[in-house]
């Protein structure tokens, strides 16, 4: 998938001078210090896949830039065992210069055998699993680091404080989007990205899933600011203080 000369020209600029970065009013917010970002890319009907998962692609490659974009401005990378079953990413930084970010997958039972390619090589990856199946130290090449468990799988705010013993307080949580609602529902996220393409799915797996309400005036009432990127719309949420 090409660049174009101007995404060539801004990478050699942010490869040379990160703070440059600052002039785009998209990434200016998440320049700085600790921060926990979602972020989801969906059909114009709410799916980030078909039936079957399929889900690329969604969204175009000004979208797919702007993913490995976040990738280098974060300390880590975190997906739920879904996305590394349903895709079997490197998540690295390939698309843009800069860093690739510490990996971590979440797989609360441990169950995704080490056949993975992000269990294999590349960059330092953990896998982070309920405390009762911590058992060993490895995960083909990953770390296994384990945490309690929480209502729902893991205890996030655990996973969180984990990360943060290592160092790592800038998290880019990619997917899916069970793992991005559990955090919204917890309060954990600082910022949502939310990436609109213009395609119709009909059925599929929707974009978030978690406890509804009964009235819409019972639901999280957000306010954002709307991004271009190429034909798709990009949504930037802040949720830190949002109303429920």
């Known amino acids: 998938m090409a660049l174009s000369d101007d995404d060539t020209i801004w990478q050699g600029v942010l490869a040379r ?4 970065i600052s002039a785009l009013p998209l990434y200016a917010p998440l320049l700085g210090g600790p921060l926990v970002l979602g972020r989801i890319a969906q059909s114009l009907d709410g799916r980030i896949a078909t039936l079957n998962g ?5 969204s ?4 797919i830039l702007h993913t490995h974009r976040l990738r280098a401005l974060f300390d880590v990378v975190l997906v ?16 843009c210069e800069g860093p690739s970010p510490v990996r971590v997958v979440l797989d609360a039972e441990r169950r995704l055998t080490q056949s993975y390619r992000l269990f294999r090589d590349g ?3 953990l896998l982070i699993c309920a405390e009762d199946r911590a058992d060993g130290a490895r995960h083909g090449a990953a770390e296994v680091v384990g945490v309690p468990r929480g209502a729902n799988g ?6 969180l404080a984990a990360l943060a013993a290592r160092g790592l307080h800038r998290i ?12 919204l529902a917890a309060g954990l996220l600082d910022r949502l990205h939310v990436t609109v393409a213009p395609l119709l799915l009909g059925e599929g797996i929707p974009a978030f899933a978690f406890a509804g309400v009964s009235r819409p005036e019972e ?12 034909a798709d719309v990009l949504l930037d949420i802040p949720l830190r203080g949002a109303a429920a």
Do not use: N, Q, Y
Request: no cysteine; charged share 25%.
């Open 54 to 58: 399929e889900s690329f692609w969604i």
């Open 123 to 125: 960059p330092p990856t």
């Open 172 to 183: 880019f949580i990619e997917g899916g989007g069970i793992t991005v609602s559990r955090f």
């Open 60 to 63: 175009g490659p000004e979208d």
């Open 154 to 159: 893991l205890d996030l705010a655990a996973v």
């Open 219 to 230: 639901g999280m009432r957000l306010t954002w600011d709307v991004h271009r990127l190429g």
């Open 17 to 20: 001078d990160p703070s440059a």
């Open 80 to 95: 739920g065992a879904g996305t590394v079953r349903a895709d079997d990413p490197l998540l690295t930084t390939r698309r």
